[in-house]
């Protein structure tokens, strides 16, 4: 029998330790009224799934546990116990932390990119400026048994770096150092590429890191990062990684990860993706010569027919292209019109060579090639025109698959396709450089890719109808690119909340030794940096 009445709210148990646990709910008052629960052991002991029940409800349902009234229930249940711990954990960190008590600074505070996941609120959000702050916070955090979310830019297409008002979000706005000694670079999680082109834009160097300034460095380095400069100048943003420090899940350790010490780790944040092993406070990256000039040219093919033909010849020249050239590519069908367009962005070192794969996509249209001496300015005008300026946008959904071909026949699907007026579809440049690794290197697994696809979908927050329809195309051209037999797996960072068997798609071949590293850095079910989808959880999800 279990007793608590931290809230003045009495939970009782007649678990007999081996089938089921029974957990009678006595309180008076207008939330909450007598229920019973009944549910299997799964794999926690009693004290665990006690633990779990009352701290992080959510978690039951992965296990199958009698699932849709579970749900409803358990998320009341949480309210009024979040309430209890959280109001703890901010009482400790009241000193580092934002409160919706200050609107505006709080406003600004928990923001992210994609509002489809703003509709609930952290308690507080904490603010540390150092790691010794980054330890506080989750040893508190674990103390309290409060869940937390890291952010670093708050770009995660599913919302993975906020959390409800049961938890807390710790931001690391206030750790956004850049420092360069001779070509290392060592960049603290919470600066944005933005912080990083401007600190480069007056040396000789260039960093590999995000088309877009806005996006952080924390989320974007873990989970691999490709960049305009991948397939030319070494390969993924984490390819070029000297070291991490990374505060431990429990809060107990700062640790060093690099090729001689802690390797596992080492290996894992390069691609295993944000919020898994721990809080990481800075990365050491290798920086590149800088070319004079940056040159970005636009190809235009303005119809089906042409569509179809432009990505025809990209097929047929997916392997000749040479590693100087990212050839992005965007399929729109504003208007009812289909245009493909393609953005080829060079250096001004190899140009002759890149003019001429070019003239062999023979494009209808083209625009006066535009030449940027500074990154930082080509990459703001780049996101300009895509649209991608903002901190904030429109609520969005994102489905992607990596490809290694592009064959006539998925050319023709693309061709012929309805694109649904909200709705992009995008294929960054793999390959080159990024290939040079195996697929085993690191702990990003599709070193064979020669495209990044995804629908980029856009809805509003309320209008239930479009954001299915937006769910529905997406998944559909999904499905015909994974049936077409061009297709690896998915991104982990483009984060898919409704993607199927999500573990071997983000990580494929890489799972079962990320799995065994996640167990002994941060194990499931311990401490407080924990979401639904983070190696090795066995949530699906059911739409
Ligand atoms: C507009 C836009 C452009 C993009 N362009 C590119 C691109 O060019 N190339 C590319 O590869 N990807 C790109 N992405 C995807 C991007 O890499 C991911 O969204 C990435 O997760 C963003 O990192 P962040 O720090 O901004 O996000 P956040 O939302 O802060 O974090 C993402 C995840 O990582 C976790 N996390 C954050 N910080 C830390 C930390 N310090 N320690 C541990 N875990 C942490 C979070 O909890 C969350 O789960 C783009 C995304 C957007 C929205």
């Given at each position: 029998m279990f007793h608590d009445s931290r809230l003045g709210t009495d939970w009782y148990t007649s678990s007999d330790h081996t089938q089921s646990i029974h957990l009678v709910i006595t309180e008076d008052g207008s939330t909450c009224k007598k229920e019973t629960f009944t549910w299997s052991y799964g794999r926690y002991g009693r004290y665990g799934m006690y633990k779990m029940y009352l701290s992080r409800g959510f978690r039951f349902v992965r296990y199958g546990l009698h699932q849709k009234r579970f749900v409803k229930n358990t998320a009341m249940i949480r309210m009024m116990h979040g309430g209890s711990s959280v109001s703890e954990a901010l009482e400790q960190l009241k000193d580092i932390s934002v409160t919706p008590e200050q609107s505006d600074l709080y406003k600004e505070a928990v923001k992210i990119y994609n509002p489809a996941f703003s509709t609930s609120h952290p308690a507080f959000v904490a603010l540390p400026y150092n790691a010794d702050d980054i330890k506080r916070c989750l040893q508190i955090a674990h103390k309290t048994n409060t869940p937390v979310a890291v952010k670093s830019g708050g770009h995660s297409f599913a919302g993975y770096s906020t959390?409800?008002?049961?938890?807390?979000?710790?931001?690391?706005?206030?750790?956004?150092?850049?420092?360069?000694?001779?070509?290392?670079?060592?960049?603290?999680?919470?600066?944005?590429?933005?912080?990083?082109?401007?600190?480069?834009?007056?040396?000789?160097?260039?960093?590999?890191?995000?088309?877009?300034?806005?996006?952080?460095?924390?989320?974007?380095?873990?989970?691999?990062?490709?960049?305009?400069?991948?397939?030319?100048?070494?390969?993924?943003?984490?390819?070029?990684?000297?070291?991490?420090?990374?505060?431990?899940?429990?809060?107990?350790?700062?640790?060093?990860?690099?090729?001689?010490?802690?390797?596992?780790?080492?290996?894992?944040?390069?691609?295993?993706?944000?919020?898994?092993?721990?809080?990481?406070?800075?990365?050491?990256?290798?920086?590149?010569?800088r070319p004079k000039q940056f040159i970005w040219t636009r190809l235009i093919y303005d119809s089906k027919d042409q569509s179809e033909q432009g990505l025809?010849?990209?097929?047929?020249?997916?392997?000749?292209?040479?590693?100087?050239?990212?050839?992005?590519?965007?399929?729109?069908?504003?208007?009812?019109?289909?245009?493909?367009?393609?953005?080829?962005?060079?250096?001004?070192?190899?140009?002759?060579?890149?003019?001429?794969?070019?003239?062999?996509?023979?494009?209808?249209?083209?625009?006066?090639?535009?030449?940027?001496?500074?990154?930082?300015?080509?990459?703001?005008?780049?996101?300009?025109?895509?649209?991608?300026?903002?901190?904030?946008?429109?609520?969005?959904?994102?489905?992607?698959?990596?490809?290694?071909?592009?064959?006539?026949?998925?050319?023709?699907?693309?061709?012929?396709?309805?694109?649904?007026?909200?709705?992009?579809?995008?294929?960054?440049?793999?390959?080159?450089?990024?290939?040079?690794?195996?697929?085993?290197?690191?702990?990003?697994?599709?070193?064979?890719?020669?495209?990044?696809?995804?629908?980029?979908?856009?809805?509003?927050?309320?209008?239930?109808?479009?954001?299915?329809?937006?769910?529905?195309?997406?998944?559909?051209?999904?499905?015909?690119?994974?049936?077409?037999?061009?297709?690896?797996?998915?991104?982990?960072?483009y984060m898919d909340r409704h993607l199927k068997n999500w573990g071997e798609n983000f990580y494929g071949v890489n799972y079962p030794r990320l799995c065994e590293i996640k167990k002994k850095w941060n194990p499931l079910g311990q401490g407080s940096l924990h979401f639904q989808q983070e190696i090795g959880s066995s949530w699906e999800p059911t739409d």
């Open positions: 959390t409800d008002s049961n938890g807390f979000v710790i931001s690391l706005k206030n750790m956004d150092q850049v420092q360069l000694k001779e070509n290392m670079l060592t960049v603290q999680a919470g600066a944005c590429w933005g912080d990083v082109y401007s600190a480069l834009d007056d040396t000789s160097y260039v960093a590999v890191g995000g088309c877009v300034p806005a996006v952080g460095i924390g989320g974007y380095i873990l989970g691999g990062g490709y960049s305009m400069l991948s397939r030319g100048y070494g390969g993924l943003a984490c390819d070029k990684a000297l070291s991490f420090t990374m505060v431990t899940a429990d809060g107990n350790k700062l640790v060093k990860a690099s090729a001689e010490e802690n390797e596992d780790l080492f290996w894992a944040l390069k691609g295993g993706g944000g919020g898994n092993f721990g809080i990481l406070v800075d990365v050491t990256l290798e920086v590149c010569p025809n010849a990209v097929g047929k020249n997916l392997n000749k292209f040479p590693k100087e050239l990212n050839l992005d590519m965007a399929l729109h069908g504003y208007f009812g019109k289909k245009m493909l367009t393609l953005d080829a962005v060079y250096s001004d070192i190899h140009e002759d060579k890149v003019q001429s794969s070019l003239e062999n996509l023979h494009p209808p249209a083209e625009t006066q090639p535009q030449t940027f001496t500074s990154y930082l300015q080509f990459s703001t005008e780049y996101s300009k025109r895509h649209g991608f300026v903002h901190q904030e946008v429109e609520p969005i959904y994102i489905k992607g698959v990596m490809i290694d071909s592009l064959s006539p026949s998925l050319a023709k699907y693309f061709a012929d396709l309805d694109i649904k007026p909200h709705c992009l579809l995008e294929f960054t440049h793999m390959g080159g450089n990024i290939a040079q690794h195996s697929a085993t290197s690191t702990a990003f697994p599709f070193r064979s890719a020669q495209y990044s696809f995804y629908t980029y979908g856009r809805f509003q927050l309320k209008n239930t109808v479009q954001r299915e329809e937006v769910l529905k195309f997406a998944t559909s051209t999904y499905d015909a690119v994974r049936e077409s037999g061009c297709s690896l797996g998915s991104y982990v960072n």
